[in-house]
């Protein structure tokens, strides 16, 4: 079904709207959680959880782009998940993985404190990233939008492990320098 007549059902509070999205999109939002939580049960209730908050929130929403709405939906129902299953026990994962790789690139808390800030900040990211040569934005937004692992990455796109690490971290190094350059963070000393 197209997306513009899920949408629709959606508007028309129609039940098969939740049908038709997870038949659609299922399998896709269920890999996204699985790559941040790495347990099926939690996977399939955020999963679950993105078609309860999809209703809530068409109407008044209309997405323009339906597979990222649902995406970034679940990719945070799963972080909060996540946090939630680690703030009880510590572990393994990809997103401390992730945090830690985007840690030289991000200003710490304090340093961006204001929403708006935060937005422009969000904003000039998502032009970084569509700036990229195609592979490279791929890649980073399969590790740092969906937190794949370097492993299913380097498959992915029939690279090795180590090319995967080196294009990551060039990319890490470009975004940092241009967002010194712009003034969201401090030069390197």
Not at 25 to 37: E, K
Not at 62 to 91: D, H, Q, W
Not at 150 to 170: E, P, S
Request: hydrophobic residues 35%; aromatic residues 10%; negative net charge.
């Amino acid at each position: 079904m197209e997306d513009s007549r899920i949408i629709e059902l959606y508007w028309q509070r129609d039940e098969d709207a939740i049908a038709e999205s997870d038949l659609k999109y299922g399998a896709y939002c269920r890999t996204i959680a699985y790559n941040v939580l790495h347990d099926h049960e939690d996977s399939e209730e955020c999963v679950n959880d993105t078609w309860l908050h999809a209703w809530n929130t068409i109407p008044p929403q209309r997405p323009n782009m339906l597979r990222m709405f649902f995406a970034k939906i679940t990719r945070n129902l799963s972080i909060n998940r996540y946090n939630a299953n680690t703030a009880k026990k510590r572990g393994g994962g990809e997103i401390p993985l992730v945090l830690d790789e985007l840690a030289e690139c991000i200003a710490d808390e304090g340093d961006a404190a204001a929403a708006y800030e935060a937005r422009e900040l969000g904003e000039r990211l998502r032009t970084f990233v569509k700036d990229l040569p195609e592979r490279e934005g791929n890649i980073f937004v399969r590790r740092y939008f969906f937190t794949d692992s370097v492993t299913d990455i380097a498959q992915r796109y029939g690279l090795t492990k180590g090319h995967v690490a080196v294009i990551l971290n060039r990319t890490r190094k470009r975004l940092r320098r241009v967002l010194e350059q712009e003034g969201y963070l401090d030069e390197q000393k």
